[in-house]
C-alpha cells in the first residue's frame, strides 16, 4: 500500500510542472492525501493537503496562489499543478496520507533553475 509521486523534472524559474500521485494497493477515495517537500538539506515540509472529495484544500503560506492540489479518485491519482516556480522550490517531492502514516515513497525531484 503506497502512494508514489512522479511528474518532477528540470524547470525553470517562472515556469509550471504538474505532478502525479499514484495510489497502488487500495483506493484512496476515502483519505486526505498531502503533498510535502524536502529540499537539500533541510526537512521535509508540508506543502498542501486536499479531502477525499477534493472539494477542501489547504496549502502552506509559500505556495499559496501557485500551487494547486487536484484529485481524480477514479483513478486512484492525486495532482499538484504548480505554477511561478520560484528556484526555492527545488526539492523532492513526496505524497502521503494527511497525518501521513505510510511509509514514505521515493519522491520526485523538483529542480528549478534561475
Known amino acids: 500500500v503506497q502512494l508514489q509521486a512522479s511528474g518532477g523534472g528540470l524547470v525553470q524559474a517562472g515556469g509550471s510542472l504538474r505532478l502525479s500521485c499514484a495510489a497502488s494497493?487500495?483506493?484512496?477515495?476515502?483519505?486526505?492525501v498531502g503533498w510535502f517537500r524536502q529540499a537539500p538539506g533541510k526537512e521535509r515540509d508540508f506543502v498542501g493537503v486536499?479531502?477525499?472529495?477534493?472539494?477542501?484544500?489547504l496549502y502552506a503560506d509559500f505556495v499559496k496562489g501557485r500551487f494547486t492540489i487536484s484529485r481524480d479518485n477514479a483513478k486512484n491519482t492525486i495532482y499538484l499543478q504548480m505554477n511561478s516556480l520560484k528556484s526555492e522550490d527545488t526539492g523532492v517531492y513526496y505524497c502521503?496520507?494527511?497525518?501521513?502514516?505510510?511509509?514514505w515513497g521515493q519522491g520526485t525531484l523538483v529542480t528549478v533553475s534561475s
Open positions: 486536499i479531502n477525499w472529495s477534493g472539494g477542501s484544500t
Open positions: 502521503n496520507t494527511y497525518p501521513a502514516y505510510l511509509r
Open positions: 494497493g487500495r483506493s484512496f477515495s476515502n483519505y486526505r
